[in-house]
């Protein structure tokens, strides 16, 4: 799993990286099932999936495609305690590089 630093790194030792444009089509969401795929979860979290993670989180949804609003303070909270990472920002860029890396076929 590459994340932060390592998706740096792993990126400069392959000189044939496709452009963006090749792998990812801008106009299109990327799923939070995608994102925050089984693999990254199990790997930084407490819980074997998003949506377990989701029904445990503080907010009213029981899986991640009901996921609304959860007021900030209480969601860094959450993250802080049940994943590696200090707040929600950080467990975000974490698996956006880990959906980049997969992208780019640097795991």
Do not use: C
């Amino acid at each position: 799993m590459v994340i932060g630093a390592d998706l740096e790194a792993a990126a400069e030792s392959h000189a044939d990286l496709p452009d963006a444009d090749e792998v990812y089509d801008r106009e299109e969401p990327i799923p939070l099932s995608a994102l925050f795929d089984d693999a990254f979860v199990a790997a930084h979290t407490d819980f074997e999936t998003f949506d377990e993670l989701v029904a445990a989180s503080p907010s009213d949804a029981d899986v991640a495609g009901d996921l609304g609003e959860v007021p900030s303070g209480l969601w860094d909270e959450f993250v802080a305690e049940h994943t590696d990472f200090a707040d929600e920002e950080a467990f975000v860029m974490a698996a956006r590089d880990n959906w980049v890396a997969k992208k780019l076929d640097l795991e």
